[in-house]
């Protein structure tokens, strides 16, 4: 007896507070992968350093045996301020002398980096002037990127998403659930291959340092605006139409993100995710969703009141016969 009472009462204890122990069980998830992704880009990455730095080391000390004038603190002075520049988009390599970083085109491909905060972080503001700029150009910029995306998704969302799954749900009578979710795949299949495969293809060959699984790499990494910066297009030597592929790159960043916004916006509208990020939210309280309810019934019966008041004056207004004869029926009462 006691038994099925203790359960009973830890049941109705876990009901009453479901929220809780939902959001609980996601933020211990979500540290669990930080974890998860940290151990596993650590196994991966760490001999990589590891052979990386023995190498660099090797060609140093090769490089000081050859040249026994220059002493080791020479060459890491001459070597810091090298690192140095080439953090601020900068390289001593004749190579790479020929490309500038602040030109038009390079300065309109930075603007966007930083308002649709990819920023990849090959080249960055110099001057305290331009860091300052930087900053309140962010300050503004930023949220009206936010502004302006949103306004465009929520257009192209009506007419990419909505319409047409309400289409095969009026016309052809299909679930709109079912709808709803091959619609969605269908649209996140056309995205990935417009915006992620293609150009990932077209990017392999104008590239001549990336392949395709690189390209694909920098197409993820930039339309999820994450922007590591390990691989930025139009910076090799002698690009041919730099210009005008700056250019056709920021456009590409833009309309990329735009679809991938377009894309979360539709998944986030089915019905079972909806279900599911209920599971995480706080309830609201039952006094202030009585006084919403309340708030709400008082408007839609006053304009209720309203729109049957305007529709008695117009009803009176559209039939003057009635009102043309009812002094008569009323004298005629009368005379009787």
């Known amino acids: 007896m006691l038994q099925s009472l203790a359960g009973s009462s830890c049941v ?23 974890v998860f992704g940290a151990v596993v880009f650590s196994s991966v990455e ?10 660099l080391g090797k060609l140093k000390q090769r490089f000081l045996d050859e040249h026994a ?20 988009g ?8 020929g490309n500038w970083n602040w030109d038009f085109t390079s300065s309109l491909f930075f603007a966007s980096t930083v308002l ?30 936010l502004l302006f995306l949103t306004a465009v998704v929520q257009r192209i969302i ?22 709803a979710i091959i619609h969605a795949m269908v649209l996140g299949f056309i995205t990935v291959s417009c915006f992620f495969l293609i150009p990932a293809a077209i990017f392999s060959v104008l590239e001549d340092d990336w392949n395709f699984l690189e390209s694909f790499y920098f197409c993820f990494i930039s339309l999820s605006t994450i922007g590591l910066g390990d691989y930025v297009p139009g910076e090799g030597y002698n690009q041919k139409f730099r210009e005008l592929y700056k250019i056709g790159i920021t456009c590409y960043l833009l309309m990329g993100l735009i679809a991938m916004l377009v894309v979360l916006e539709t998944f986030c509208e089915l019905h079972e995710l909806k279900k599911f990020r209920k599971l995480f ?3 609201k309280d039952k006094e202030e969703d009585q006084v919403h309810i309340m708030e709400h019934d008082q408007l839609s019966f006053s304009s209720i009141s309203d729109q049957a008041a305007s ?16 002094p008569t029926s009323n004298d005629s009462s009368l005379n009787n």
């Open 46 to 55: 760490l001999p990589y350093e590891d052979l990386l730095r023995q190498e």
């Open 69 to 88: 004038c220059l002493s080791e603190q020479q060459l890491e002075q001459f070597l810091m301020r090298v690192l140095e520049a080439s953090n601020y």
């Open 311 to 326: 529709m008695k004056d117009d009803q009176k207004a559209n039939e003057p016969f009635v009102n043309s004869q009812s």
């Open 158 to 179: 009506v007419y990419v998403t909505r319409r047409p799954v309400l289409y095969f749900h009026i016309r052809w009578g299909f679930s709109k659930q079912v709808v």
């Open 12 to 34: 109705r204890l876990v009901e009453q507070h479901r929220s809780a122990w939902c959001f609980a069980l996601l933020v211990l998830g979500y540290l669990l992968y930080l």
């Open 90 to 97: 900068v390289s001593v390599l004749s190579n790479a002398s």
């Open 116 to 145: 649709s905060t990819t920023g990849y972080g090959h080249t960055v503001p110099l001057s305290d002037g331009g860091k300052a700029f930087c900053i309140i150009y962010s300050v503004i910029g930023i949220p009206f990127t």
């Open 281 to 283: 939210y706080v309830k």
